[in-house]
């Protein structure tokens, strides 16, 4: 039987001379993988539909345990992200990271919906490449249930400090007052703090409609990145590679 999804392309693999197999995120049915006969052919119906970073409308069926693509078109391509070396690594990055989160044959709207929206934003330049990544990095842990501990210091329980100081290990945070100057942590400023706590708990479609500072974003961005690392367990590639392009 046969079934129409819609989904983004998260990567590609080549397979002979003019099949691919891509692994998609869908809303319906999170990370699957389909092959796709014939897509490397520049005239192929699927050839640009299934290209990474589109978003596609695909019509696939399963064989063998596999999902195969009978037809694909395209509903929106930001392929033309791949124009900047340095919003290419971290729209790849992204994706690699929506695959190590989301599961396989389960719902996953709201990662589908957070990826989007950041390529959205990136695409058009709307916001700064490192509170994008940011942005995606706390709010796709929150997402997959490993939301960051942000509201109450851990030892005292109070809501408020100059500086907050997160552990991303532990997923613990601490006030001035408790914190006892151990252990890799990452300092959050009022503005930070504030930052975190909002992309935790904002409704999904206003996700961005806040502004911070240059200091309290590098902040925000060292936080998010520790933290998810930590969840991901290991460095992914494309993450070493987006933070050596972003500082050439």
Sequence with gaps: MKTDMDGLILRDLTVGDKDRIITVLTKEKGIISCYVKGALVVKHHAFAATKPLTYSRLCVYRNRGMYIVDQAETIKSFYSLSMSVEQFALSQYMCELAIETTPAEIESEGQLELLLNCLHILVNGLKTDELIKAVFEIRMS?????????IYCSGCGSYDSDTMYFDPAANTMLCEKCFGGEGIVCPLSRGALTAVRYIVTADPKKIFSFSVSKESTAQLAQCAE???????????????????????
């Design 142 to 150: 929150v997402i997959s249930g490993n939301m960051p501990n942000v």
């Design 226 to 248: 520790m933290y998810m690392t930590n969840i991901v367990g290991k460095t992914l590639k494309t993450l070493d590679y987006y933070n050596f392009v972003s500082t050439m």
